[in-house]
């Protein structure tokens, strides 16, 4: 997995770094929330995947990391294959998290609308938070996937 992540203030930070804040929250039981978005920019496509760490019972700010891929815009002709390559980058990360902090607790953030807004990826939602669920992980969708719909989106473009 890529190493290149960025803080939400633009710094550097290598993926162990993060595991570090990760752990630490795991600790008092707090939430990590992860999304991923991507956006067609000229010959490619750019993913941006997002990991923030949030305390609903502190609401006390936050803190979010998220790292940029980018692949030939060939390769994502197909919305499906597009929304679905979204929740398998978030499950990725969300999985490499719990191999060294077993007991974070992950939600997924997936960038798809519910299935009766009738959006172009409201028919895969069903599918999708399927997907994250069979794979251990709570999923929400829009509105509530904020993590995908704001943080990850605000990197992809």
Not at 48 to 69: L, P
Not at 94 to 110: A, D, F, T
């Amino acid at each position: 997995m890529s190493e290149n992540w960025t803080s939400g203030d633009g710094k550097r930070i290598g993926f162990d770094d993060i595991i570090g804040f990760i752990s630490e929250h795991a600790t008092t039981e707090g939430k990590v929330y992860v999304g991923t978005d991507s956006h067609m920019r000229g010959n490619h496509c750019e993913f941006s995947s997002a990991i923030v760490i949030y305390s609903e019972a502190d609401r006390k700010g936050g803190t979010y990391f998220y790292r940029k891929q980018r692949y030939p815009r060939a390769d994502f002709n197909q919305l499906r294959h597009r929304i679905s390559t979204e929740v398998q980058h978030s499950i990725d990360v969300s999985c490499r998290m719990m191999e060294v902090v077993p007991n974070v607790n992950i939600e997924i953030h997936i960038d798809s609308s519910p299935v009766a807004s009738g959006t172009k990826t409201s028919k895969f939602s069903d599918g999708l938070v399927g997907y994250a669920i069979g794979m251990g992980f709570d999923a929400k969708i829009k509105p509530e996937a904020w993590a995908a719909s704001n943080i990850a989106d605000k990197h992809a473009k």
